[in-house]
């Protein structure tokens, strides 16, 4: 078999994490996806795949071999369309994961207007504030807020969310409204765990340019951004959030910014996919579509 359509196979197999379904969207019988991906590792000299009876996955030099295999399938692919028409309507399923309140309050209410405008895609919307992997988990594009940790992905930086410190009216008339962070010692915060590390975030802010951070005071824990704001509103503490997250709050007096001289650093937005995937026409529409949305209500 040729070295590009094992290839193909296995980056298959691996984006479905299962030789059946992989068999399925290639049209051909499992015994000859299994014997591709047998050859190929024979070729390698490499075990590229955990198999058990219920899920493919990545061994460590697999994931090394995968991301490599990305750019040769792209780089064949690309040469393969240099002299075909690109006016032709893109087509083909995308599966993207965003955050909770991002995908629920922006992206969600505005794909209307981009399935309308390419009516040949469809859209997986994964909404969680889980880090998904991206191979492992199939995707094809995710949109992370904050420092990436990731490696051996294409990432396209959107923009910066700026973070503001709110408090509700009545947390504000029982405690006092904080002015600058030494008056935080005397003060309450809703504290925020990570979802993927269980870590509680500290305060933050930046003094002079530089960040600085502090360890508030908290009877309630949360990890979701909704349990956040929910817990504010009920006057439970001091939060530190993306503005257009409270955005309707403060414009109905429900919660109060302070310490504005005082905020945390801005947190980079980033969209990240594989470098396969990111010579795919419907991605480059989505994505480009997607970049025009958020900066539109975020930045």
């Known amino acids: 078999m040729d070295r590009i359509d094992l290839f193909r196979i296995f ?12 068999a399925d969207t290639l049209g051909v019988p499992r015994s000859s996806v299994s014997a591709a991906v047998q050859e190929l590792e024979g070729r ?10 219920r899920r493919v996955s990545l061994t460590q030099d697999g994931r090394a071999f995968y991301e490599r295999c990305q750019r040769v399938i792209a780089e064949v692919e690309d040469t393969e369309n240099l002299f075909r028409q690109t006016a032709a309507q893109p087509s083909g399923r995308l ?10 309050l922006i992206i969600a209410p505005a794909l209307p207007e981009f399935l309308d405008r390419y ?20 995707v094809d594009c995710v949109l992370r807020v904050g420092p990436l940790k990731d490696s051996g992905l294409i990432a396209r930086r959107i923009g910066k969310l700026t973070l503001i410190n709110v408090a509700s009216p009545a947390y504000l008339a029982r405690h006092g409204t904080p002015r600058t ?29 530089k960040p600085c951070t502090m360890q508030l005071r908290g009877r309630v824990t949360v ?7 929910a817990s504010c509103l009920a006057g439970l503490g001091l939060i530190q959030i993306p503005a257009y997250d409270v955005k309707r709050h403060l414009e109905a007096g429900e919660l109060v910014e302070v310490m504005p001289c005082h905020q ?6 980033t969209l990240l996919y594989p470098h ?3 010579h795919s026409r419907r991605l480059q529409v989505f994505t480009d579509w997607l970049e025009a949305l958020l900066k539109s209500h975020l930045l």
Not at 264 to 269: D, G, L, R, T, V
């Open 11 to 22: 980056s298959r197999v691996v984006e479905c994490s299962s030789f059946t379904r992989a």
């Open 264 to 269: 945390a650093e801005s947190m980079p937005m």
């Open 276 to 278: 396969r995937h990111h």
């Open 95 to 104: 599966k993207v994961d965003v955050p909770g309140r991002i995908g629920r």
């Open 223 to 229: 990890n979701c951004a909704e349990a956040y704001i």
């Open 44 to 53: 390698v000299g490499a075990r590229l795949l955990h198999r058990t009876t």
């Open 119 to 138: 009516s040949q895609i469809d859209i997986d919307l994964g909404v969680t504030d889980r880090a998904v992997d991206l191979v492992e988990d199939s």
């Open 181 to 209: 962070p030494d008056d935080l010692s005397d003060h309450w915060a809703v504290l925020y765990a990570s979802p993927s590390s269980g870590r509680v975030e500290d305060w933050e802010w930046l003094e002079d340019g």
